[in-house]
Protein backbone atom coordinates (compact mmCIF):
# COMPACT_ATOMS: atom_id res chain seq x y z
CA UNK A 1 0.00 0.00 0.00
CA UNK A 2 1.44 3.18 -0.83
CA UNK A 3 1.85 5.61 1.68
CA UNK A 4 -0.71 8.08 0.65
CA UNK A 5 -3.35 5.73 1.40
CA UNK A 6 -2.05 4.81 4.51
CA UNK A 7 -2.49 8.31 5.44
CA UNK A 8 -5.93 8.33 4.04
CA UNK A 9 -7.07 5.11 5.49
CA UNK A 10 -5.93 6.34 9.13
CA UNK A 11 -8.33 9.63 8.99
CA UNK A 12 -10.89 7.74 7.30
CA UNK A 13 -11.20 5.36 9.95
CA UNK A 14 -10.82 7.74 13.02
CA UNK A 15 -13.39 9.89 11.27
CA UNK A 16 -15.91 7.26 10.70
CA UNK A 17 -17.83 8.11 13.38
CA UNK A 18 -18.92 11.28 11.88
CA UNK A 19 -20.28 9.84 8.77
CA UNK A 20 -23.96 8.76 8.00
CA UNK A 21 -24.09 5.82 6.80
CA UNK A 22 -27.59 5.27 6.90
CA UNK A 23 -28.27 8.48 4.95
CA UNK A 24 -25.39 7.71 2.26
CA UNK A 25 -26.44 4.15 1.46
CA UNK A 26 -30.29 5.48 0.81
CA UNK A 27 -29.56 8.59 -1.28
CA UNK A 28 -28.72 7.88 -5.00
CA UNK A 29 -26.88 10.37 -6.38
CA UNK A 30 -29.22 11.72 -9.04
CA UNK A 31 -28.08 13.98 -12.22
CA UNK A 32 -29.18 17.44 -11.09
CA UNK A 33 -27.43 16.81 -8.13
CA UNK A 34 -24.17 16.53 -9.38
CA UNK A 35 -23.83 18.64 -12.72
CA UNK A 36 -23.75 22.59 -12.93
CA UNK A 37 -26.82 23.89 -13.84
CA UNK A 38 -24.37 26.90 -15.66
CA UNK A 39 -20.63 25.81 -16.26
CA UNK A 40 -17.58 26.99 -16.13
CA UNK A 41 -15.32 26.25 -18.70
CA UNK A 42 -13.63 22.92 -19.57
CA UNK A 43 -10.69 24.17 -18.36
CA UNK A 44 -11.87 25.97 -15.70
CA UNK A 45 -13.21 22.90 -14.23
CA UNK A 46 -10.38 20.57 -15.29
CA UNK A 47 -7.53 23.04 -13.77
CA UNK A 48 -9.22 24.06 -9.92
CA UNK A 49 -9.09 20.78 -8.43
CA UNK A 50 -7.50 17.03 -9.97
CA UNK A 51 -10.02 14.39 -11.41
CA UNK A 52 -11.20 11.91 -8.65
CA UNK A 53 -12.29 8.34 -9.50
CA UNK A 54 -15.33 6.98 -7.72
CA UNK A 55 -13.14 4.67 -6.11
CA UNK A 56 -10.68 7.58 -4.78
CA UNK A 57 -13.21 8.90 -2.81
CA UNK A 58 -13.52 6.26 -0.50
CA UNK A 59 -15.38 8.73 2.31
CA UNK A 60 -18.21 8.74 0.40
CA UNK A 61 -19.09 4.62 0.15
CA UNK A 62 -17.04 3.61 2.56
CA UNK A 63 -19.82 4.01 5.15
CA UNK A 64 -22.11 1.92 3.12
CA UNK A 65 -20.28 -1.36 3.48
CA UNK A 66 -18.79 -1.37 6.70
CA UNK A 67 -20.76 -4.14 8.68
CA UNK A 68 -21.85 -5.74 5.44
CA UNK A 69 -21.12 -8.88 3.31
CA UNK A 70 -20.02 -7.26 -0.04
CA UNK A 71 -19.35 -8.70 -3.67
CA UNK A 72 -17.31 -6.91 -5.83
CA UNK A 73 -17.49 -6.57 -9.55
CA UNK A 74 -13.72 -5.80 -10.59
CA UNK A 75 -10.94 -6.17 -12.91
CA UNK A 76 -7.33 -4.80 -13.09
CA UNK A 77 -8.56 -2.03 -13.86
CA UNK A 78 -10.37 -1.23 -10.10
CA UNK A 79 -7.31 0.43 -8.64
CA UNK A 80 -6.82 3.45 -6.03
CA UNK A 81 -3.75 4.97 -6.99
CA UNK A 82 -1.57 2.01 -7.40
CA UNK A 83 -3.75 0.23 -4.93
CA UNK A 84 -6.18 -2.72 -6.04
CA UNK A 85 -9.75 -1.81 -4.61
CA UNK A 86 -9.90 -5.37 -3.05
CA UNK A 87 -7.10 -4.63 -1.45
CA UNK A 88 -7.71 -1.43 -0.32
CA UNK A 89 -11.07 -2.65 1.42
CA UNK A 90 -9.66 -5.46 2.76
CA UNK A 91 -7.29 -3.27 4.51
CA UNK A 92 -10.05 -0.73 6.09
CA UNK A 93 -12.06 -3.96 7.45
CA UNK A 94 -14.63 -4.47 4.89
CA UNK A 95 -16.21 -8.12 4.45
CA UNK A 96 -15.81 -9.17 0.81
CA UNK A 97 -17.47 -12.07 0.48
CA UNK A 98 -16.69 -12.78 -3.24
CA UNK A 99 -15.31 -11.23 -6.08
CA UNK A 100 -17.04 -11.70 -9.91
CA UNK A 101 -14.94 -10.74 -12.60
CA UNK A 102 -15.66 -10.13 -16.10
CA UNK A 103 -14.45 -10.93 -19.81
CA UNK A 104 -10.92 -11.19 -19.37
CA UNK A 105 -10.75 -12.33 -15.92
CA UNK A 106 -9.76 -10.84 -12.73
CA UNK A 107 -6.08 -9.83 -13.70
CA UNK A 108 -7.25 -9.08 -17.05
CA UNK A 109 -4.46 -11.15 -19.20
CA UNK A 110 -7.07 -13.47 -20.90
CA UNK A 111 -7.68 -13.54 -24.31
CA UNK A 112 -11.02 -11.79 -26.11
CA UNK A 113 -13.76 -14.36 -26.04
CA UNK A 114 -11.68 -16.69 -23.76
CA UNK A 115 -13.96 -19.16 -21.45
CA UNK A 116 -13.01 -17.70 -17.74
CA UNK A 117 -13.14 -19.92 -14.88
CA UNK A 118 -14.00 -19.85 -11.48
CA UNK A 119 -10.98 -19.91 -9.02
CA UNK A 120 -9.32 -18.05 -5.95
CA UNK A 121 -7.52 -14.81 -5.93
CA UNK A 122 -3.39 -15.86 -4.65
CA UNK A 123 -3.64 -12.67 -2.84
CA UNK A 124 -6.76 -12.77 -0.69
CA UNK A 125 -7.99 -15.99 -1.10
CA UNK A 126 -11.48 -14.88 -2.00
CA UNK A 127 -13.51 -16.93 -4.43
CA UNK A 128 -13.65 -15.53 -8.00
CA UNK A 129 -16.53 -16.09 -9.67
CA UNK A 130 -16.24 -16.03 -13.95
CA UNK A 131 -18.95 -13.75 -15.34
CA UNK A 132 -17.36 -14.74 -18.87
CA UNK A 133 -18.18 -18.19 -19.01
CA UNK A 134 -21.05 -20.60 -18.73
CA UNK A 135 -23.08 -17.35 -16.91
CA UNK A 136 -22.48 -13.95 -17.72
CA UNK A 137 -25.12 -13.13 -15.00
CA UNK A 138 -24.66 -13.69 -11.26
CA UNK A 139 -27.00 -16.64 -10.09
CA UNK A 140 -29.13 -15.94 -7.26
CA UNK A 141 -27.28 -18.60 -5.66
CA UNK A 142 -24.14 -16.80 -6.10
CA UNK A 143 -25.22 -12.93 -4.33
CA UNK A 144 -28.36 -14.76 -2.02
CA UNK A 145 -25.77 -13.94 0.97
CA UNK A 146 -24.33 -10.47 -0.12
CA UNK A 147 -25.70 -7.62 1.52
CA UNK A 148 -24.58 -5.29 -1.53
CA UNK A 149 -22.44 -5.40 -4.82
CA UNK A 150 -19.81 -2.92 -6.59
CA UNK A 151 -19.08 -2.74 -9.49
CA UNK A 152 -15.92 -0.43 -10.39
CA UNK A 153 -14.40 -1.62 -13.70
CA UNK A 154 -13.03 1.07 -16.29
CA UNK A 155 -14.93 1.38 -20.30
CA UNK A 156 -13.65 2.64 -23.33
CA UNK A 157 -17.25 4.23 -23.94
CA UNK A 158 -18.20 1.76 -27.05
CA UNK A 159 -21.24 -0.66 -27.31
CA UNK A 160 -19.45 -3.89 -28.20
CA UNK A 161 -17.44 -3.24 -25.01
CA UNK A 162 -18.29 -6.29 -22.93
CA UNK A 163 -18.07 -4.75 -19.42
CA UNK A 164 -21.14 -2.65 -19.93
CA UNK A 165 -22.83 -5.67 -20.90
CA UNK A 166 -21.40 -7.22 -17.44
CA UNK A 167 -23.12 -4.41 -15.80
CA UNK A 168 -26.50 -5.02 -17.46
CA UNK A 169 -26.36 -8.40 -16.16
CA UNK A 170 -25.04 -7.40 -12.67
CA UNK A 171 -28.11 -4.73 -12.52
CA UNK A 172 -30.41 -7.18 -13.52
CA UNK A 173 -29.76 -9.91 -10.86
CA UNK A 174 -29.27 -7.24 -8.15
CA UNK A 175 -32.75 -6.29 -9.35
CA UNK A 176 -34.30 -9.82 -9.44
CA UNK A 177 -32.80 -10.66 -5.90
CA UNK A 178 -33.26 -7.01 -4.07
CA UNK A 179 -29.65 -6.81 -3.40
CA UNK A 180 -28.49 -3.11 -3.98
CA UNK A 181 -25.65 -2.42 -6.15
CA UNK A 182 -22.83 0.61 -5.93
CA UNK A 183 -21.23 1.98 -8.80
CA UNK A 184 -17.81 3.89 -8.12
CA UNK A 185 -17.80 5.71 -11.84
CA UNK A 186 -14.33 6.47 -13.73
CA UNK A 187 -14.24 9.18 -16.57
CA UNK A 188 -15.03 7.96 -20.14
CA UNK A 189 -11.69 8.00 -22.11
CA UNK A 190 -13.65 8.52 -25.78
CA UNK A 191 -15.35 11.77 -23.99
CA UNK A 192 -18.93 13.45 -25.11
CA UNK A 193 -18.32 11.59 -28.70
CA UNK A 194 -21.30 10.13 -29.70
CA UNK A 195 -21.47 8.54 -33.42
CA UNK A 196 -22.57 5.21 -34.85
CA UNK A 197 -25.61 3.50 -35.99
CA UNK A 198 -28.19 2.27 -33.24
CA UNK A 199 -28.40 -1.06 -32.31
CA UNK A 200 -31.51 -2.56 -33.58
CA UNK A 201 -33.06 -5.04 -31.69
CA UNK A 202 -32.76 -8.24 -33.43
CA UNK A 203 -29.36 -7.57 -33.28
CA UNK A 204 -28.86 -7.63 -29.61
CA UNK A 205 -26.49 -9.40 -28.10
CA UNK A 206 -23.23 -9.45 -25.50
CA UNK A 207 -21.41 -7.21 -27.90
CA UNK A 208 -24.57 -4.58 -28.05
CA UNK A 209 -27.01 -5.31 -25.51
CA UNK A 210 -28.61 -1.60 -25.80
CA UNK A 211 -30.41 0.42 -28.42
CA UNK A 212 -27.77 2.86 -28.14
CA UNK A 213 -24.97 3.95 -30.79
CA UNK A 214 -21.31 2.50 -30.91
CA UNK A 215 -19.69 5.62 -29.71
CA UNK A 216 -22.12 6.24 -26.81
CA UNK A 217 -20.88 9.14 -24.91
CA UNK A 218 -21.72 7.82 -21.01
CA UNK A 219 -19.70 7.03 -17.93
CA UNK A 220 -20.70 3.16 -16.84
CA UNK A 221 -22.65 5.60 -13.80
CA UNK A 222 -24.90 7.60 -16.69
CA UNK A 223 -25.40 4.03 -18.87
CA UNK A 224 -26.46 2.72 -15.04
CA UNK A 225 -29.43 5.46 -14.97
CA UNK A 226 -30.23 5.61 -18.63
CA UNK A 227 -30.47 1.56 -17.99
CA UNK A 228 -32.81 1.96 -15.39
CA UNK A 229 -34.78 4.86 -16.72
CA UNK A 230 -35.59 3.57 -19.47
CA UNK A 231 -36.64 0.14 -18.08
CA UNK A 232 -34.00 -1.90 -20.38
CA UNK A 233 -33.31 -4.37 -18.01
CA UNK A 234 -35.41 -7.70 -18.12
CA UNK A 235 -39.31 -7.68 -17.02
CA UNK A 236 -38.44 -3.90 -16.91
CA UNK A 237 -37.24 -4.10 -13.50
CA UNK A 238 -35.40 -1.61 -11.49
CA UNK A 239 -31.80 -1.79 -9.44
CA UNK A 240 -31.11 0.15 -6.55
CA UNK A 241 -28.70 1.50 -7.81
CA UNK A 242 -25.80 4.47 -6.54
CA UNK A 243 -23.52 6.11 -8.39
CA UNK A 244 -19.96 7.62 -7.09
CA UNK A 245 -19.27 10.37 -9.58
CA UNK A 246 -15.82 11.19 -10.81
CA UNK A 247 -14.72 14.51 -8.80
CA UNK A 248 -13.72 17.85 -11.58
CA UNK A 249 -14.28 15.60 -14.67
CA UNK A 250 -16.43 16.88 -17.39
CA UNK A 251 -17.28 14.77 -21.04
CA UNK A 252 -14.15 17.36 -22.53
CA UNK A 253 -11.71 16.32 -20.26
CA UNK A 254 -8.97 14.24 -21.45
CA UNK A 255 -8.18 11.29 -19.63
CA UNK A 256 -5.56 8.86 -20.15
CA UNK A 257 -6.06 5.28 -18.42
CA UNK A 258 -3.36 3.93 -15.74
CA UNK A 259 -4.12 0.53 -16.36
CA UNK A 260 -4.82 -1.22 -19.57
CA UNK A 261 -8.45 -2.11 -19.90
CA UNK A 262 -7.97 -4.93 -21.62
CA UNK A 263 -4.67 -6.92 -23.13
CA UNK A 264 -5.57 -5.70 -26.60
CA UNK A 265 -5.71 -2.08 -25.90
CA UNK A 266 -2.65 -1.06 -24.43
CA UNK A 267 -2.56 2.69 -24.96
CA UNK A 268 -4.38 5.82 -25.59
CA UNK A 269 -4.15 5.71 -29.62
CA UNK A 270 -5.68 2.20 -29.33
CA UNK A 271 -8.42 3.18 -27.14
CA UNK A 272 -9.19 6.01 -29.82
CA UNK A 273 -9.08 4.52 -32.41
CA UNK A 274 -11.30 0.90 -31.25
CA UNK A 275 -14.12 2.13 -32.18
CA UNK A 276 -13.66 2.90 -35.96
CA UNK A 277 -11.72 -0.72 -36.38
CA UNK A 278 -13.23 -3.11 -33.95
CA UNK A 279 -15.90 -3.63 -36.60
CA UNK A 280 -12.39 -5.49 -38.30
CA UNK A 281 -12.92 -8.49 -35.45
CA UNK A 282 -16.25 -9.02 -38.06
CA UNK A 283 -14.50 -9.39 -41.18
CA UNK A 284 -11.19 -10.82 -42.83
CA UNK A 285 -9.27 -8.03 -41.41
CA UNK A 286 -6.68 -7.98 -38.65
CA UNK A 287 -6.96 -5.43 -36.28
CA UNK A 288 -3.05 -6.02 -34.96
CA UNK A 289 -3.72 -9.32 -32.07
CA UNK A 290 -0.59 -10.77 -32.12
CA UNK A 291 1.70 -7.99 -32.98
CA UNK A 292 3.00 -4.86 -30.64
CA UNK A 293 0.67 -2.57 -31.35
CA UNK A 294 -2.80 -4.06 -31.39
CA UNK A 295 -5.48 -1.71 -32.39
CA UNK A 296 -3.68 0.68 -34.09
CA UNK A 297 -2.40 -1.58 -37.09
CA UNK A 298 -4.80 -3.09 -39.75
CA UNK A 299 -4.14 -5.51 -42.36
CA UNK A 300 -5.39 -8.76 -44.41
CA UNK A 301 -3.77 -11.02 -46.63
CA UNK A 302 -5.97 -9.67 -49.04
CA UNK A 303 -5.29 -6.19 -49.19
CA UNK A 304 -4.01 -5.11 -52.51
CA UNK A 305 -1.33 -2.65 -51.51
CA UNK A 306 1.82 -3.95 -50.09
CA UNK A 307 3.35 -0.61 -48.85
CA UNK A 308 2.83 -1.32 -45.24
CA UNK A 309 3.12 -5.17 -43.62
CA UNK A 310 3.03 -7.43 -40.28
CA UNK A 311 3.05 -11.01 -39.19
CA UNK A 312 0.81 -11.93 -35.96
CA UNK A 313 2.05 -14.11 -33.93
CA UNK A 314 1.24 -15.21 -30.60
CA UNK A 315 1.55 -13.11 -27.89
CA UNK A 316 0.19 -12.96 -23.55
CA UNK A 317 -3.80 -12.07 -24.78
CA UNK A 318 -3.78 -12.97 -27.91
CA UNK A 319 -2.31 -16.49 -28.01
CA UNK A 320 -4.37 -17.26 -31.32
CA UNK A 321 -4.39 -14.44 -33.41
CA UNK A 322 -6.24 -14.13 -36.55
CA UNK A 323 -3.71 -15.10 -39.60
CA UNK A 324 -1.27 -16.28 -36.90
CA UNK A 325 2.06 -16.50 -38.71
CA UNK A 326 0.85 -15.05 -41.99
CA UNK A 327 1.35 -11.56 -43.85
CA UNK A 328 -1.14 -9.00 -43.24
CA UNK A 329 -0.90 -6.07 -45.67
CA UNK A 330 -2.76 -2.90 -44.59
CA UNK A 331 -1.96 0.35 -42.58
CA UNK A 332 -0.08 1.54 -40.13
CA UNK A 333 -2.00 3.60 -37.43
CA UNK A 334 0.27 4.42 -34.82
CA UNK A 335 0.36 8.43 -35.86
CA UNK A 336 -1.81 9.86 -33.20
CA UNK A 337 -3.12 11.92 -35.77
CA UNK A 338 -4.96 8.87 -37.24
CA UNK A 339 -6.68 8.50 -34.27
CA UNK A 340 -10.23 10.18 -35.26
CA UNK A 341 -13.26 10.32 -32.70
CA UNK A 342 -15.02 7.41 -34.91
CA UNK A 343 -14.51 7.46 -38.99
CA UNK A 344 -16.01 4.38 -41.55
CA UNK A 345 -12.85 5.74 -43.80
CA UNK A 346 -10.55 2.37 -43.09
CA UNK A 347 -13.94 -0.09 -43.06
CA UNK A 348 -14.13 1.29 -46.76
CA UNK A 349 -10.85 1.53 -47.97
CA UNK A 350 -9.99 -1.98 -46.35
CA UNK A 351 -13.36 -3.73 -48.38
CA UNK A 352 -13.02 -1.69 -51.71
CA UNK A 353 -9.14 -2.16 -52.15
CA UNK A 354 -9.47 -6.41 -51.28
CA UNK A 355 -9.07 -8.84 -53.54
CA UNK A 356 -11.60 -11.35 -52.06
CA UNK A 357 -14.53 -9.02 -51.06
CA UNK A 358 -16.87 -12.03 -51.54
CA UNK A 359 -15.63 -13.63 -48.49
CA UNK A 360 -14.92 -10.16 -46.41
CA UNK A 361 -17.64 -10.63 -44.27
CA UNK A 362 -18.68 -12.65 -41.74
CA UNK A 363 -21.99 -13.07 -39.09
CA UNK A 364 -19.97 -11.29 -36.36
CA UNK A 365 -20.04 -8.08 -38.12
CA UNK A 366 -23.98 -7.77 -37.82
CA UNK A 367 -23.61 -8.32 -33.81
CA UNK A 368 -20.68 -5.03 -34.03
CA UNK A 369 -22.54 -2.99 -36.34
CA UNK A 370 -25.96 -3.43 -34.80
CA UNK A 371 -27.55 -3.42 -38.12
CA UNK A 372 -27.56 -5.34 -41.21
CA UNK A 373 -27.98 -2.50 -43.00
CA UNK A 374 -24.10 -1.17 -42.66
CA UNK A 375 -22.37 -4.41 -44.62
CA UNK A 376 -25.11 -3.81 -47.32
CA UNK A 377 -24.31 -0.13 -47.67
CA UNK A 378 -20.28 -0.60 -47.85
CA UNK A 379 -20.81 -3.56 -50.38
CA UNK A 380 -23.12 -1.15 -52.53
CA UNK A 381 -20.47 1.41 -52.64
CA UNK A 382 -22.08 3.78 -50.72
CA UNK A 383 -20.21 6.88 -49.17
CA UNK A 384 -19.64 7.61 -45.89
CA UNK A 385 -21.75 10.36 -45.99
CA UNK A 386 -24.16 8.50 -47.37
CA UNK A 387 -24.01 5.56 -44.49
CA UNK A 388 -24.05 8.50 -41.99
CA UNK A 389 -26.98 10.15 -43.28
CA UNK A 390 -28.79 6.40 -42.36
CA UNK A 391 -27.92 6.91 -39.09
CA UNK A 392 -30.99 9.42 -38.79
CA UNK A 393 -33.64 9.88 -37.22
CA UNK A 394 -32.18 7.11 -34.33
CA UNK A 395 -29.08 9.60 -33.59
CA UNK A 396 -30.10 12.34 -32.98
CA UNK A 397 -33.00 10.74 -30.98
CA UNK A 398 -30.51 8.86 -28.69
CA UNK A 399 -28.26 12.36 -28.60
CA UNK A 400 -32.00 14.09 -26.64
CA UNK A 401 -32.17 10.86 -24.44
CA UNK A 402 -28.65 10.71 -23.78
CA UNK A 403 -28.85 14.51 -22.08
CA UNK A 404 -31.31 13.44 -19.79
CA UNK A 405 -28.31 11.00 -17.86
CA UNK A 406 -25.72 12.73 -17.64
CA UNK A 407 -24.21 13.43 -14.45
CA UNK A 408 -21.37 15.56 -15.44
CA UNK A 409 -21.25 18.78 -18.03
CA UNK A 410 -21.17 18.42 -21.50
CA UNK A 411 -20.16 21.67 -23.42
CA UNK A 412 -21.68 21.16 -27.37
Known amino acids: MTQPLVILYSALLLSMSSCAPKQAATTPVQPETTAPQTAATPAETSEAKPLMTGASQIQKYLPMLKGKRVGLVVNQTSTIENTHLVDSLVSLGVKIHTIFAPEHGFRGDADAGAQIKDSKDIKTGLPIISLY ?215 LDMYQNSTNQDKFFNSFFEKLAGTATLREQVKAGKTETEIRASWEPALSKYKSLRKQYLLYPDFE
Open 133 to 347: GKNKKPLPEQIQNLDILVFDIQDVGTRFYTYISTMHYVMEACAENNKPLLILDRPNPNGHYVDGPVLEPEYKSFVGMHPIPIVHGLTVGELANMINGEKWLEGQHKCDVTVIPVANYTHQTAYDLPVKPSPNLPNAQAIALYPSICFFEGTTVSVGRGTPTPFQVIGSPYYKYKDFSFVPVSTPGATDPPFKGQRCYGKDLTDPSTAQPFTLAYL
